[in-house]
């Protein structure tokens, strides 16, 4: 099975742009969950899609969104971009049988100037 | 809400055994996840516990107590190839889904 694929892998924004990230999960999982990464940070949840809708989100101001097609592709909006958003997005999707666990993709690396 | 603490930096020597700890804090415990990342790549699954004991993978092991809120990832035989951060997360089953909160990684250095 192909992984999880994620586009664009680099991007360079100015600040007060916005910007769309794209994932394909794995074929057959329906759950597709963002994170951004950071030195200071670490790994942190932005959301999770399961067929189509939000089923949780983290603590991240609403310039932050996601949706989920009907393939389960996912793609996620920055607005108003800042310097602070500069990371890395990952994606992931959860494997359908026990324990669940999440196949990341490569990231977007986003650089907001 | 959750707090996951593990060590920022950790060193070690190739063939040595290294033991990784994490300590949490949740609501509602639904299991606990280790995930290696080499620098510039994506996370890959390493090992997951949901009940107290220890789980044997080839070279890697990991330990949970739930009653200490308490994990840790073994080791053994340490090649250089193992130098990467080690997260550890944990699920919460107060979510309806699958929400991980990763711990800040600990960055491992296997020296010769």
């Known amino acids: 099975k192909a992984g999880v694929t994620q586009t664009p892998r680099y991007l360079i924004k100015t600040r007060g742009q916005q910007v769309t990230l794209s994932c394909s999960p794995i074929s057959g999982h329906r759950s597709v969950s963002w994170y951004q990464q950071t030195p200071g940070q670490g790994l942190q949840f932005l959301f999770e899609?399961?067929?189509?809708?939000?089923?949780n989100k983290g603590n991240f101001p609403g310039r932050f969104s996601g949706r989920q097609f009907s393939n389960s592709r996912s793609e996620m909006n920055v607005s108003t971009l800042e310097l602070g958003d500069s990371a890395l997005y990952l994606c992931a999707s959860m494997g359908s049988g026990f324990p669940y666990e999440q196949y990341f993709g490569p990231g977007t690396r986003l650089t907001v100037t | 809400g959750q707090n996951i603490d593990q060590p920022t930096e950790m060193t070690a020597t190739e063939g040595a055994i290294v033991q990784i700890n994490c300590t949490y804090q949740t609501s509602g415990f639904n299991g606990l996840f280790w995930y290696q990342q080499h620098a510039g790549e994506a996370p890959t699954f390493l090992s997951y516990?949901?009940?107290?004991g220890l789980e044997e993978k080839g070279r890697f092991s990991s330990f949970l107590s739930r009653s200490k809120g308490y994990s840790y990832l073994l080791l053994k035989e340490l090649q250089m190839k193992d130098s990467a951060s080690y997260l550890c997360a944990v699920r919460d089953h107060n979510n309806a889904g699958n929400m991980l909160t990763f711990g800040g990684g600990t960055r491992l250095m296997v020296k010769p």
């Open positions: 899609y399961f067929s189509e809708t939000q089923r």
């Open positions: 516990n949901v009940l107290d």
